[in-house]
């Protein structure tokens, strides 16, 4: 079965044609600057030369065509026809408390899904068009919704419940949902294979951090913790983001400053983090070039994110009452010698022992930073969302025949 896996943003469509014989990618690319004049699409089909096409594409619907068009062009495509694709998987970010697994799509889980834009009124939406335009190019192709919440629905009330009046999450279901689910499933899971144990004995804290960063305590392979909450601003500092910070904060600025609610909102999500402290970039690679040449702003910027990052991990080993295994994935955890060896090194308390040799080695495999005497096995996981989207797309579409 061939399965197209499709990650809508608001201007963005990232897509991977998968053949689920072998798992293997035929295609994959990414159309940028949907709805702006000049929209790039860039398709890269396995074993052939990368294609890249600038046109005016409006709307996620030409945009899904354009798409459709490369995978059975003559020279860059990897299909005969657009009917070898059997199913569609979507990335959705918010599934809410009704979404605990993926989901077929159905007109009840559209309608669940168009409920759920009060709590993510920037992605949803974007999910919403995803679909629609997928339906509308290939009618009666069975699709599959999986949500970046679902993996965090294990959580118990103790975690995700505010301790604020219980009005709020009756009323509106103001709680924790956690993000980038389908990470941390995918890089426990990966984690356990790697060191061949049960998941279910292992205590696990995954450390997903990229642009957007949360980690979780996974526990018997369910998640227990998570860092981010009602929405990905909370939790770790990130390259735009602020994270944890008192609350009171936004009232007294917004005060001080005369803000909206929209300009509080945008100054903690698009003008803090890295980029606020550091005053050059949200980008990790920018803030360790400049901490190596002794810029005190991009050093600040870098022990602050390494300082809350390992608070983090503490209060997940406190959680648990133990920890296992450490987990590093995504962009910065991927690749990040720096912040990994940073972390470690101040987690000897816990056991933790960093093999440096082990740490300045690239690959795209897990494989494990920790020494052979580590108490803790500290591992680096690349992580694959569009995969796990690809299987259970699969499974679910394959349960229904
Ligand atoms: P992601 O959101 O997972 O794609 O991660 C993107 C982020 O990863 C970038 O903004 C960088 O901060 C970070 N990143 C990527 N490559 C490196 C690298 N070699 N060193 C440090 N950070 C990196």
Avoid: W
Avoid at 84 to 106: C, M, N, P, T
Avoid at 357 to 384: G, H, M, Q, Y
Wanted: charge should be negative; include cysteine; aromatic fraction near 6%.
């Amino acid at each position: 079965m061939k399965v197209l896996v499709i990650n809508s943003g608001s201007s963005s469509l990232k897509y991977q044609l998968y053949d689920m014989t072998d798992e293997s990618v035929l295609a994959k690319g990414l159309v940028e600057r949907i709805g702006m004049d000049s929209s790039i699409l860039t398709h890269k089909p396995t074993g052939k030369e990368t294609v890249t096409e600038v046109s005016e594409i409006l709307e996620h619907n030409t945009a899904i065509r354009k798409v459709l068009d490369k995978l059975t062009d003559k020279v860059s495509g990897v299909l005969e026809s657009i009917d070898e694709i059997q199913a569609v998987g979507h990335r959705v970010v918010h599934g809410g408390e009704y979404f605990k697994a993926s989901s077929l799509v159905d007109a009840q889980a559209k309608e669940e899904i168009r409920k759920l834009i009060d709590l993510a009124p920037l992605h949803n939406p974007a999910a919403m068009m995803g679909i629609n335009a997928a339906e509308a190019n290939m009618p009666g192709v069975p699709q599959v919704v999986v949500f970046d919440t679902a993996f965090h629905q294990t959580m118990p009330e103790k975690a995700y419940l505010y301790p604020i009046p219980r009005v709020l999450y009756n009323k509106y279901k103001v709680r924790r949902y956690g993000a980038h689910g389908t990470s941390h499933y995918y890089v426990s899971q990966k984690a356990a294979e790697f060191l061949g144990k049960p998941i279910e004995s292992l205590k696990i804290i995954t450390c997903h951090i990229g642009n957007g960063a949360s980690l979780t305590a996974v526990e018997g392979g369910v998640s227990v913790d998570t860092s981010m909450g009602m929405t990905p601003l909370e939790g770790l500092m990130m390259g735009t983001r602020s994270g944890d910070l008192d609350p009171a904060i936004v009232p007294y600025v917004m005060n001080k400053e005369d803000l909206t609610i929209n300009e509080v909102n945008s100054m903690l999500n698009k003008h803090s983090g890295l980029l606020a402290i550091s005053g050059i970039s949200s980008d990790m690679r920018e803030i360790t070039d400049g901490r190596a040449n002794g810029d005190p702003n991009a050093t600040l910027a870098f022990d602050m994110y390494e300082y809350r990052l390992r608070k983090y991990i503490g209060s997940y080993a406190a959680a648990m009452n133990g920890v296992d295994v450490i987990v590093f994935t995504a962009g910065i955890g991927e690749n990040s010698l720096y912040v990994r060896e940073a972390v470690c090194e101040n987690l000897t308390y816990l056991g933790v022992e960093l093999d440096k040799t082990l740490n300045a080695v690239r690959s795209d495999d897990p494989r494990r930073i920790s020494t052979e005497n580590s108490k803790v096995e500290v591992l680096v996981v690349p992580t694959n969302e569009e995969l796990v989207i690809a299987r259970d797309t699969y499974r679910l579409v394959t349960e229904q025949q």
